[in-house]
């Protein structure tokens, strides 16, 4: 099982990064997919989920992303991504993506890095 976070790096106040998840070696289709930041000193926290489809519900945002970040899967690439606009200094971070199986199994990535920084 692989997950495999990139797209991270320095980006100024304001600007945007498309952070993106490579998955294999587990049912990436019918696994519920969402990303997660900790910031240097603190816990790590939840930000977006993405369900199997759309019927299944709308992607959930934590309050401290809504309208900025936009979280969405290709299921063909098994790829999770993560569209963040209008970036903050307070959005520096490792952010990480989890998978979690029709099973509850839950797999994580090692993580990419964020620094919002002018």
């Known amino acids: 099982v692989q997950l495999v976070e990139s797209g991270g790096g320095l980006v100024q106040p304001g600007g945007s990064l498309r952070l993106s998840c490579a998955a294999s070696g587990f049912p990436f289709s019918t696994s519920i997919m969402s990303w997660h930041r900790q910031a240097p000193g603190k816990e790590r926290e939840w930000i977006a989920t993405i369900f199997i489809s759309s019927t299944s519900g709308s992607p959930k945002y934590a309050d401290s992303v809504k309208g900025r970040f936009t979280i969405s899967r290709e299921n063909a690439k098994n790829t999770v991504y993560l569209q963040m606009n209008s970036l903050k200094s307070e959005d520096t971070a490792v952010y990480y993506c989890?998978?979690?199986?029709?099973?509850?199994?839950?797999?994580w990535g090692q993580g990419t890095q964020v620094i919002v920084s002018s």
């Open positions: 989890k998978a979690r199986t029709g099973w509850g199994t839950e797999y």
